[in-house]
């Protein structure tokens, strides 16, 4: 597959900026797979397209402030995102994405709030190993929430940037398709007969690396931790549909179903032709063009059905990205 036919046109002024007040008064169009339909809803009736017995599978995983400016020892700025904790086989040194990053080498040392850094090593692509006494900590006080470069930072931007039901520290991004809910509907999802489950997949940018070759398969995802509960993974096998809050959770679930593994690193990339072991049904946001995101969802709801449900969330105005709507797919993934 190519990848410029994962492009699609999008008007600047439908890029959300906020979420909807309340979460759960944005828009859901629900698209069924089967019957190649398309309706208009809102986040709130979620609950009335659950069936009793279905688990709703939420990622659990909450976004780091992430993202820290700070100075060489010649004054010059470099702005670092911090996506891991690499762990004590490499000193306790996390991986951070670093802009500019051509002329930073191992052992330069940067500051950052008051706080010494140092470069260990460089991982590739703009990645680096960067130590520093306290990463953690360094984060609390001076980090910055990790917005996408199309929203606008302000103070409420970066508290909203965030699912209500986070609880797992770790991401450098949010698990966006979770924005929409509210105690309310996580409440409603209850009493409609599902059963929550909840997993954990620390976004890093292999979610969001844009696409940049030519042919779809050549891209290669970045490997994101997972982690699968025992209680959750008991939900899942007994569920009678499984319904996959966002693209994270899709990938944690395929993952596991393909390697066995209830936690380790997923790199799994995910395009149209691929062979959907566990996913019955997929709660999304409307993604950017070029993206694996995108192509996911191509793969679990048909190629052109999608396309279809993009025009329409155009003409119909629906916000993007996010902080935009949501899209419910229905009945996809296993059926090609």
């Given amino acids: ?148 470069p199309y929203i606008s930072p302000t103070p409420e931007t970066e508290s909203r940037y965030q699912t209500v039901y986070a609880r797992n520290e770790g991401s450098a991004a949010a698990p966006t398709a979770g924005f929409h809910f509210t105690g309310r509907v996580l409440e409603d999802a209850g009493r409609a007969g599902a059963h929550i489950a909840r997993i954990t997949l620390h976004v890093g940018v292999g979610t ?38 966002g693209t994270t959770v899709a990938r944690t679930l395929e993952t596991w179903a393909a390697t066995g593994e209830t936690e380790g690193e997923s790199n799994l990339f995910v395009y149209p032709g691929y062979r959907w072991r566990t996913v019955d049904t997929l709660l999304t946001n409307f993604h950017l063009p070029r993206s694996t995101l995108l192509a996911m969802v191509m793969s679990f709801g048909g190629e052109e059905l999608v396309r279809e449900a993009y025009r329409t969330a155009v003409k119909e105005r629906y916000r993007f990205y996010s902080f935009g709507d949501a899209m419910l797919l229905l009945d996809g993934g296993r059926r090609w």
């Avoid at 402030?65 to 911090?82: D, M, Q, S, Y």
């Avoid at 969001?208 to 490997?223: I, S």
């Avoid at 699968?228 to 809050?245: D, I, N």
């Fill in 208 to 245: 969001f690396m844009p696409v940049r070759t030519e042919r779809l398969e050549d891209h290669r995802m970045h490997a994101e931790h997972y982690s699968v509960p025992r209680e959750a993974a008991q939900t899942v096998k007994r569920a009678r549909r499984v319904v996959a809050v």
């Fill in 1 to 148: 597959m190519l990848t410029s036919e994962l492009d699609y046109e999008l008007p600047e002024d439908l890029i959300a900026q906020s979420p909807a007040e309340p979460r759960d008064a944005s828009r859901l169009m629900v698209v069924d797979a089967k019957e190649g339909t398309i309706a208009h809803h809102t986040f709130r009736d979620l609950p009335r397209f659950l069936l009793p017995g279905d688990a709703l599978v939420l990622n659990e995983t909450k976004v780091l402030p992430a993202r820290i400016k700070a100075n060489k020892p010649t004054g010059g700025e470099v702005e670092l995102l911090f996506l891991r904790d690499l762990g004590p086989d490499h000193g306790g040194a996390w991986e951070a994405l670093a802009r500019p990053s051509k002329r930073l080498r191992p052992g330069l040392g940067l500051l950052a709030g008051g706080d010494h850094l140092e470069i260990v090593k460089s991982l590739g692509d703009g990645h680096w190993a960067i130590s520093a006494p306290d990463v953690r900590g360094l984060l609390e006080r001076s980090g910055r929430m990790p917005l996408p």
